[in-house]
């Protein structure tokens, strides 16, 4: 099965934040529905944070933001317990993307 073919839970530590479920790919992202998990709420400001400052384009101010997860630990797990560490995920809390 490729990525695009498997739901994928994100986790920062142990937390769940999230899942992300694919509806596409271009080049190395992977876009996503993004439903949330039971940690999201301790975590939105963070990966909001991180969106915006990408979407604007503002490359330190992402660095910044997403590096603080990154040091919290992000996770990537398919349900057959694939799984990726540090990947890079920009959601707003509904839609989002990823690349691994």
Same mark, same amino acid.
């Given at each position: 099965m490729s990525v695009l073919d498997k739901v994928w839970h994100v986790y920062v530590g142990q937390s769940w934040v999230g899942t992300l %479920? =694919? %509806? /596409? #790919?271009? /080049? *190395? !992202?992977?876009y996503a529905d993004f439903s949330q998990g039971d #940690? !999201? /709420? $301790?975590? #939105? =400001? !963070?990966f909001v944070r991180a969106a915006e400052a990408f979407n604007a384009g503002d490359e330190a101010g992402w660095q910044s933001v997403y590096g603080q997860l990154m040091l919290m630990g992000i996770t990537l797990v398919a349900d057959d317990g694939? *799984?990726?560490? $540090?990947? %890079?995920?920009i959601t707003d809390g509904s839609s989002g993307c990823f690349a691994v």
């Amino acid at each position: 099965m490729s990525v695009l073919d498997k739901v994928w839970h994100v986790y920062v530590g142990q937390s769940w934040v999230g899942t992300l %479920t =694919p %509806t /596409g #790919a271009d /080049g *190395s !992202w992977y876009y996503a529905d993004f439903s949330q998990g039971d #940690a !999201w /709420g $301790n975590f #939105a =400001p !963070w990966f909001v944070r991180a969106a915006e400052a990408f979407n604007a384009g503002d490359e330190a101010g992402w660095q910044s933001v997403y590096g603080q997860l990154m040091l919290m630990g992000i996770t990537l797990v398919a349900d057959d317990g694939e *799984s990726y560490h $540090n990947p %890079t995920i920009i959601t707003d809390g509904s839609s989002g993307c990823f690349a691994v």
